[in-house]
């Protein structure tokens, strides 16, 4: 079975005869680069899924969340993908609106710090964002005070990456109209702005500057993968926004069944305790062994900041507007 | 200009190779365009980016231009053990890939980086990269190493007689030979770095500071990834396209009619050395700037690479059989076309300059997706694309010289009875073998180090490098990332310099 029916004939019979050889079903899942590298979630979550399934799991990659969201509307209801695994609540709405979802029908006892209720999009993890610094320097305690000391951060572009936009909707979150004034007085400790996370996370542990925009999560990496404790999440009084990372069933999908089947995967014990140590998020249902040893030294927010889907589409105009006006000057 | 009444090539390829870069170039934005829903105009956060754009652009394309005049010069007349490597090491930069360059530019020029701490141990006040000047550092460091060859080959494509005659006459140099060649092809070099500098994303945001130095590409990468606006994205594209014929009018303007004509292909002898104080410290700060950075990405990378996964390897075989590829198509496509000799070749050679490659890489993606799964296309994709965006470069050094033949030898391949492809192969290719060489050379470390068009149709299968390099960053391997760096930094320069060193070997002496 082969999801190449719609192939004309003359482009398509070389690759049908191939196709058709091959007897197991296949589910494809489109993804984010990071989730199939050999140190993320994809091989052990591959592996696992492929021995309760008798199918074929296949990864395709397109760059990050926003960039899987435009693949998808590239295709079209044609696409061949059947799960869509990696947008954030951000992203949400619109893709809600291309039509191309199916309910995910899975009830399922999760662990995040709010109520999750949205029928179309099920959560696997999920994290704080946060400013990643170096132990032992001064960390500030909110915004105000970060835009009141010569601490220099990296951060990222909201046109070009998730974070960069969590970050615009983390300010907006916890200052509403106040946020204009945020950014005015955090323009002089920006470094500079860089196109992903890739980027500014590098310029980070290149030095270029005391603090990155990452997640409360990231100096579990350090810990846990290098032994090395000295990288520290700043706790921010007013709270810390989330990025909460979701899966999708697309409604045209050829197999439905499968398709339903990795969605109960996903939120079971095998799948979410891969994520801590590959993804380095928390998991979405926190797997019975607990979290890994190195998780317990991570600062825990004490207000958690979600915008919904459709609030946050809606902000986001407004958000990014007042952003490159603050910044311009 | 001749005409053809003496011509041996038959057109068809050339028209073929131009019906190809006009379907890659124009075709994909009419894709992208066709698609679209049309309810958007330009914002003034977009008339901001175009200002910005612009003169980014023409500030470095200016300063790369400027700066390369004494070192091509000082290239050109001296002799100097090494002075065949250096001129191939001085490519390197220009075929990094953006963020390896970046990375390597802020171990020397950085908040941590070897400049501010001798700064720091000089009591100095340190410097800052980030801004207006950082963008057009980076966009020089790219591009000096260009200009430098191009008009390095200028130079070299003065036949050593005019010099002979030069020195009979006692005439300066300066004024009757070097000058007219500046005149005749600056212009050009100047506008091929606008032009790049022109589409440039990455770089400007890194090292720009902030939304102030967005560009009209990043505006594209925003209207396609973010809002999946393929209108915005049609419209911007058709504004870069607006302001790169603009800028190819008026270098067109200003250059002049070359006027070179038949030697010898001797050796070039000088009898007007100049100062060599003067031409060694041209020389050596331009080697100092250019070569630093690359050294610091030796640096950082090499402790890991023993370490690279095996992923990496195959990463690395894959790219590379994409690099030959791409070479070969651009090579066939280029001589086709130079061949051609019509005004047609010198606007389609402008136009994968003016194109964005995301705009490319969408609109095949939506040409393709109805036919094949474009994940089986993405390698092939890759190499064609990359072809189509490397053929300018190689164009722009091939074309001089493929005239140049046909001024001084038509009519004895007439007389002769040559066919076209005892033409192609006796006369054209010994006369155009180094900018060849180095074209091709180009071609190959371009696609080497591509990431837009493959990261839109790469499956898990087909991961290039400069992919798995990134996915190791996403995945927190910094420092393997910066071993699959110079990886691809040695991979990228050694098919370069095998390239220009074949070209080099087989020309006409």
């Keep these: 079975m082969t999801k190449a029916t719609y192939l004309p004939a003359a482009a398509g019979l070389a690759l049908c005869a191939t196709g058709a050889l091959a007897e197991t079903p296949v589910l494809q899942v489109y993804t984010y680069d990071s989730f199939t590298t050999e140190w993320g979630p994809g091989p052990a979550v591959e592996a696992a899924f492929e021995e309760t399934c008798a199918c074929d799991l296949q990864f395709v990659n397109a760059g990050d969340g926003a960039a899987l969201l435009a693949r998808l509307q590239l295709e079209g209801p044609r696409t061949e993908a059947d799960i869509v695994l990696g947008l954030d609540t951000n992203l949400t709405a619109a893709a809600r609106e291309t039509g191309l979802f199916a309910p995910h029908g899975v009830t399922a006892d999760l662990d995040l710090p709010i109520g999750w209720e949205d029928p179309d999009f099920l959560p696997f993890d999920w994290g704080y964002f946060a400013f990643v610094g170096n132990a032992g320097a001064a960390a500030p305690a909110n915004m105000p005070e970060l835009a009141a000391s010569d601490a220099k951060i990296v951060i990222q572009d909201p046109r070009s990456s998730t974070p960069g936009l969590g970050l615009l909707m983390w300010v907006k979150a916890a200052y509403g109209d106040e946020a204009p004034s945020i950014w005015a007085d955090l323009a002089d400790n920006i470094v500079t702005v860089t196109p992903g996370w890739s980027e500014a996370y590098g310029l980070f542990l290149d030095g270029e500057a005391d603090a990155v925009l990452s997640y409360t999560t990231s100096p579990a990496y350090h810990l846990i993968a290098e032994e090395d404790a000295s990288k520290v999440a700043w706790a921010f009084d007013e709270g810390h926004y989330m990025q909460v990372e979701v899966a999708g069933k697309v409604a045209g999908t050829d197999q439905p069944a499968l398709a339903d089947a990795f969605l109960a995967f996903m939120v079971s014990d095998t799948f979410q305790s891969v994520i801590p140590t590959t993804n380095w998020m928390y998991p979405a249902a926190t797997p019975e062994a607990g979290l890994p040893e190195g998780f317990e030294t991570l600062i825990t927010p004490e207000k958690s900041l979600l915008m919904t889907a459709d609030e946050a589409a809606a902000a986001r105009d407004t958000a990014l507007d007042e952003w490159r006006t603050a910044l311009s000057q | ?509």
């Design chain 2, 1 to 509: 200009m001749a005409h053809r009444a003496l011509a041996i090539a038959p057109r068809w390829p050339g028209i073929l190779a131009g019906l190809v870069v006009v379907a890659l170039t124009l075709g994909t934005l009419a894709a992208v365009a066709l698609r679209a829903e049309w309810d958007s105009g330009l914002s003034t956060a977009d008339w901001a980016a175009i200002r910005f754009t612009v003169l980014q652009a023409l500030v470095s394309a200016a300063l790369s231009t400027l700066l390369a005049v004494p070192v091509a010069r000082a290239l050109a007349r001296r002799r100097f053990a090494g002075r065949d490597l250096l001129v191939t090491l001085l490519g390197a930069p220009f075929l990094l890939p953006v963020i390896v360059a970046v990375l390597g530019l802020l171990a020397i020029f950085g908040r941590g980086g070897v400049l501010n701490a001798g700064l720091a141990w000089l009591g100095l006040p340190p410097f800052s990269i980030y801004g207006f000047h950082g963008v057009v550092l980076a966009h020089v460091f790219f591009n000096l190493p260009l200009a430098t060859r191009l008009l390095l080959q200028g130079w070299l494509a003065i036949p050593a007689e005019r010099y002979r005659l030069a020195a009979t006459l006692n005439a300066p140099v300066g004024r009757f030979l070097e000058w007219p060649m500046l005149r005749a092809i600056g212009p050009g070099v100047f506008l091929v770095i606008f032009l790049i500098c022109l589409t440039s994303f990455a770089v400007a945001l890194t090292l720009g500071g902030g939304p102030r130095a967005t560009t009209v590409e990043l505006a594209i990468y925003q209207a396609l990834r973010f809002d999946f606006d393929l209108g915005r994205a049609a419209l911007l594209a058709g504004v870069q396209f607006g302001l790169c014929a603009t800028g190819a009018l008026i270098a067109w303007k200003f250059s002049a009619q070359a006027m070179l004509s038949g030697g010898l292909d001797r050796t070039i002898q000088r009898w007007d050395k100049g100062s060599p104080v003067r031409d060694g410290l041209a020389i050596a700060a331009a080697a100092a700037f250019l070569l630093l950075p690359l050294v610091m990405i030796i640096l950082r990378g090499l402790p890991g690479i023993a370490d690279l996964p095996p992923g990496i390897w195959q990463a690395a075989i894959r790219s590379v059989s994409v690099a030959l590829t791409s070479a070969l198509l651009c090579i066939v496509m280029a001589v086709s076309l130079g061949l051609w000799r019509s005004g047609w070749v010198t606007a389609i050679g402008f136009l994968p300059l003016a194109a964005s490659g995301l705009v490319i890489g969408t609109g095949a993606f939506l040409v393709v997706f109805p036919f094949v799964n474009p994940a089986r296309l993405a390698l092939v994709v890759t190499a064609l694309v990359n072809a189509t965006l490397a053929l300018p470069f190689v164009l722009r050094s091939i074309a001089p010289a493929i005239e140049e033949v046909h001024t001084n030898f038509s009519r004895l391949g007439a007389t002769l009875g040559f066919g076209p492809l005892a033409w192609l192969r006796l006369v054209v290719l010994p006369r155009i073998a180094q900018p060849l060489g180095f074209g091709a050379g180009l071609a190959a470390a371009l696609s080497m180090g591509d990431l837009g068009v493959i990261a839109l149709f790469a499956g898990d299968a087909q991961e290039t490098l400069p992919l798995a390099m990134y996915r190791l960053m996403g995945a927190y391997r910094m420092e393997a990332a910066a071993s699959a760096a110079l990886l691809l930094l040695g991979l990228s320069f050694t098919v370069f310099a095998v390239f220009d060193w074949v070209g080099r070997r087989h020309a006409a002496v």
